[in-house]
């Protein structure tokens, strides 16, 4: 009987070491990784200052050799260890609050220690807190060049990081994935020696350059991590013209009859915009487009005529919201337009109860439904379309690229041949900077609309201390008897000891007992649906006086008899949502007003964000102004993804590089695929997966 065939051996598996694991938290996987891992900071330990001299630089760094003469645990006021080195000049105090037996050992008198600290003044005279320090012979050399300090993790000390980094050196490919050419037309450094002034600078170097990343060393770093977020995006944006789409070519009956029927013409931004959705909604590839607009610009009415083309065309359009009320609100809206004109508008959300979900998934599957609305509920399983043309994504920010990539690919595999992915159009009411525009959003096609519509009255902002609430209660007070209404946003549903910010349910108690005559109703993020819209069409229709509501409110609602909103806690909202906030007023003729309640004492950039608000309602001053606040990663929050943000690049000093990233960018995709490739594996390794929605 023959032997049976032995399975080949698995091949083991490497185990990962601990400390490649640490290194992987910090994205540290090869060794350009690691060569690309610049450092923060620069410590000069190049020079030693003598002890007395130091006793002078008290809140400055400096460094200093010594003989250790005292080493005791004291505890009083807390356990501590504490050292005296003393020089020809005089004593030095080091303090460590946290310190191992072992330190107690290696600073035994007699011990000759160099130390790097901030210098202060204790009760003593000079001490270091927890200095750097390091024990040394008489005479031992001191470094020649400036020491990196690296972006560190748990459990990675700056000595292993850097060894790490000085190995990675040794063996990485270093050829230039720029030819020598275009780097002496950019006026730019080779890679090599960039890289290895950044990790190692010599004496001589210019420090402030340096720190400041203005050194030709940065420049050269700057523009290659530019230059590889261009490649990538433009890389994405062809991969998504390569897919097919179905072209919504027709301008009918449809989007005749609708743009007759509207009570307002359009805005010269709402018809620019229009034309250049109109122009994208024909082509044979998906349209990729943003539309931004300043809140109450009317970016609905234009979001409704994209969907009239493709329903024009025989597709079905879909619009998703983050909010059941924003989602409620377009509903109401769009079906007001739509329903008189024969076109079956479907509602889908969440809440729905079953037999009522069932009845709209029953009509977008059949197609009779051209047109759906509703929240995330549109992108879970069994809500199948029968001819999906176009996705309209509002707030787009507020969802995670994998929901629009789940309602995006709700299009496919419909049995209809000449359709993969449908159109895509998103909509922001944050404004996007130019900046960020041409970096993060570069990928995308950006349309603006940049003017209100005629009619709409300029809101007034004004910041009033909290100490001064009855006087605003009485404005409320008159407001009301005025005939307009008020909205009251608090920023916390629940007591929160730590932030001490006012409720709106303690808010709504106190209001509805200082305004005994009036109607004051309250919404928050934690009631049902159904209570939340049961509230707001109160509202509405003017049965309630005064709106005492959390963030819920922040967009989609349109009460044009709103005059008068009081933000409580201003000071603790961001730029952004106060902005979204502000523009539920300003809606009608009547004057509007802003009030925002802050406590004192305000931190300067809870400052610098209300005196944006008191000196500009224009969204895109706003949005720039938040930029310069918080720096893109906030910004953005995530595109929602992840998305690689720049590490050394700064989109406020850096425009001009951006502008050559970009043209460099376009000129090697179509001339130079080679460095294309060569360039994105160097910066990116292949982690593009982020960019493809």
Request: hydrophobic share 45%; glycine share 6%.
């Amino acid at each position: 009987m023959p032997a049976a065939k032995r399975k080949p051996a698995a091949p083991a598996k490497r185990k990962t070491s601990t400390s490649e694991s640490k290194l992987a938290k910090l994205g540290l996987r090869s060794d350009m990784d690691l060569v690309l891992h610049l450092p923060l900071r620069y410590e000069d330990e190049t020079k030693i200052v003598p002890i007395h001299e130091a006793g002078f630089m008290a809140g400055n760094a400096a460094q200093v050799e010594g003989v250790v003469t005292e080493c005791d645990i004291q505890y009083r006021p807390r356990r501590q260890l504490v050292v005296t080195i003393t020089d020809d000049s005089g004593p030095l105090v080091l303090r460590f609050l946290n310190f191992y037996g072992s330190q107690v050992k290696q600073l035994a008198v007699g011990t000759r220690v160099r130390a790097r600290g901030e210098v202060r003044h204790g009760f003593f005279g000079a001490e270091m807190v927890h200095p750097v320090y390091k024990v040394v012979q008489e005479g031992d050399p001191l470094p020649n060049a400036l020491t990196p300090v690296y972006p560190s993790g748990e459990g990675l000390s700056q000595a292993f990081l850097r060894k790490a980094i000085a190995n990675a050196l040794s063996r990485v490919d270093w050829r230039d994935t720029l030819a020598p050419a275009l780097l002496a037309s950019l006026k730019l450094q080779p890679f090599e020696p960039s890289v290895k002034l950044l990790h190692n600078p010599p004496p001589d170097v210019d420090e402030n350059a340096l720190m400041e990343h203005t050194h030709p060393a940065w420049i050269r770093m700057k523009f290659d991590e530019l230059l590889a977020q261009q490649l990538s995006l433009k890389r994405a944006q062809a991969a998504r013209r390569a897919k097919g789409a179905a072209a919504l070519p027709v301008i009918g009956d449809l989007s005749t009859k609708f743009l007759a029927n509207l009570p307002f013409q359009l805005t010269g931004a709402q018809q620019r915009v229009l034309d250049e959705i109109r122009a994208d909604l024909r082509e044979s590839f998906p349209m990729q487009r943003l539309l931004q607009g300043d809140v109450g610009s009317g970016k609905t009415v234009v979001a409704a005529l994209a969907a009239a083309q493709a329903i024009d065309s025989g597709f079905q359009a879909a619009l998703m919201a983050p909010t059941e009320i924003l989602a409620e609100q377009h509903f109401r809206k769009i079906a007001m337009w739509m329903e008189p004109l024969g076109v079956k508008v479907a509602w889908l959300t969440g809440s729905l109860k079953k037999k009522e979900k069932e009845a709209s998934q029953a009509l977008i599957e059949s197609g009779d439904a051209k047109l759906v609305i509703g929240t995330h509920a549109l992108i879970q399983e069994g809500v199948e379309f029968a001819r999906l043309g176009l996705v309209i994504v509002d707030e787009q920010h507020r969802f995670g690229v994998g929901q629009r990539l789940a309602l995006r690919n709700k299009g496919l595999d419909t049995g209809d041949a000449t359709q993969t992915v449908p159109h895509q159009l998103m909509m922001s009411a944050t404004p996007i900077p130019r900046t960020l525009a041409m970096t993060y959003y570069a990928d995308l096609e950006v349309s603006v609309i940049d003017e209100l519509p005629p009619g709409r009255t300029p809101i007034v902002t004004r910041i009033v201390d909290q100490n001064r609430r009855d006087e605003v209660i009485e404005r409320v007070h008159v407001a009301a008897l005025e005939g307009r209404q008020v909205y009251w946003v608090c920023p916390l549903i629940e007591e929160s000891e730590a932030l001490q910010l006012q409720t709106a349910t303690d808010t709504h108690a106190m209001l509805a007992q200082a305004l005994p005559e009036l109607q004051v109703g309250l919404v928050h993020g934690r009631m049902k649906p159904a209570e939340k819209q049961i509230m707001m069409e109160a509202f509405t229709r003017g049965d309630i006086h005064v709106l005492v509501a959390t963030t819920v409110i922040e967009v989609g609602v349109d009460v044009p008899n709103a005059s008068l909103m009081v933000i409580e806690h201003a000071e603790r909202f961001g730029l952004s949502q106060l902005h979204q906030l502000r523009g539920r007023v300003g809606r009608g003729s009547a004057a509007s007003v802003c009030l925002l309640l802050y406590q004192s004492p305000l931190g300067p950039t809870a400052k610098q964000r209300l005196m944006t608000m008191r000196e500009t309602t224009d969204g895109f001053e706003i949005a720039r102004r938040d930029l310069e606040i918080r720096g893109p990663g906030e910004f953005l929050g995530a595109r929602q993804s992840g998305q690689a943000m720049l590490r050394f690049a700064d989109l406020q000093t850096d425009q001009w590089l951006v502008e050559k990233a970009r043209n460099i960018a376009q000129m090697l995709l179509h001339e130079d695929p080679t460095t294309v490739e060569a360039h994105l594996a160097r910066w990116l390794g292949g982690r593009e997966e982020f960019l493809k929605v």
